[in-house]
C-alpha cells in the first residue's frame, strides 16, 4: 500500500484549469520532487496532496483514506503526521513566535504542560539555527528567519511526512546548510520529504523520485 495514492487529480481555478489530471504514487520513506516552470501548477499538486487545496476532480488518499473524507479523528492524525512549510512562511501576523511555534503542539499535544511547549519550542528553535526573542512577531524577523521560525513550525510536532514548497528560498547559504542537513537527517529516519523547488543545489541534494510537472499534467517522470 502506497503512503499517498493520487488518482487522476484535476483543479479548476475560476479562470482556468491548472492540474489537468495527474495520477501517481508516493511510498513511504521516499523523496518525491514536483519541479517545473512558475505556473506549470506544481505548487497546487503539493498543495492537494497535503490536503491543502481539494481537488476539482478525481482523489488523494492517505494509507488508503481518501483526504477529502476523512472523519475528524483521522483526519487530525493526518494533520499531526503531515506538515506544510509554505514558500512565504505563512505565520500568523498577529501572533509572537512563541504562540506561532505553541498553536500546532497545543491542538495535537493538549495535556502538554506549558513548561512542557516552551521547551520544545526553545529545543526547536536551537535546532533551526535561530536564537533571538520568541516574543518577536515575524515582522520584526528578516525573511530567512522567518523561513527558519516556518520550519521550525513545521517540525515541532515530530511528523512524518513534509511538504516543502521552496523551503530554503530566502536563506543564505549557512541557514540553507542548516535546513539541508535537517532534512537529511529526516529522511534517514526513514521519513517521507515531498517538495517543489527551483534551487539546482537543493534538487541535487534530494533527487528522490521526480515528477516534471508542464502545463497541469506530467511531462516527464525520474525515479531514482
Request: charged share 20%; proline share 3%; with cysteine.
Amino acid at each position: 500500500m502506497a503512503l499517498f495514492d493520487v488518482e487522476n487529480v484535476e483543479f479548476q481555478s475560476r479562470t482556468q484549469k491548472i492540474v489537468k489530471g495527474i495520477s501517481l504514487q508516493i511510498e513511504k520513506g521516499t523523496t518525491t520532487a514536483f519541479l517545473g516552470h512558475s505556473g506549470s501548477g506544481k505548487s497546487t499538486l503539493l498543495k492537494m496532496v497535503a490536503g491543502i487545496l481539494v481537488p476539482s476532480k478525481g482523489r488523494i488518499l492517505f494509507e488508503n483514506h481518501d483526504i477529502q473524507q476523512m472523519n475528524e479523528k483521522t483526519n487530525l492524525d493526518f494533520r499531526r503526521r503531515c506538515a506544510f512549510v509554505f514558500q512565504d512562511s505563512a505565520l500568523w501576523a498577529n501572533q509572537t513566535i512563541v504562540q506561532n511555534l505553541t498553536l500546532p503542539l497545543q491542538i495535537h499535544f493538549p495535556k502538554m504542560t506549558q513548561e512542557e511547549r516552551l521547551f520544545t519550542c526553545h529545543s526547536i528553535c536551537a535546532m533551526v539555527g535561530y536564537s533571538r526573542d520568541l516574543n518577536l512577531r515575524p515582522i520584526d524577523l528578516s525573511t530567512g528567519e522567518q523561513k527558519r521560525i516556518a520550519f521550525a513550525r513545521a517540525m515541532i510536532c515530530g511528523p512524518e511526512v513534509l511538504f516543502l514548497d521552496e523551503c530554503i528560498e530566502s536563506l543564505d547559504r549557512k541557514g540553507s546548510q542548516v535546513i539541508m542537513e535537517l532534512l537529511h537527517n529526516f529522511a534517514c529516519q526513514g521519513n517521507t520529504i515531498i517538495y517543489v523547488s527551483h534551487n539546482s543545489a537543493f534538487i541535487s541534494e534530494f533527487p528522490g523520485n521526480i515528477y516534471k510537472i508542464e502545463n497541469g499534467l506530467i511531462e516527464e517522470e525520474e525515479n531514482k
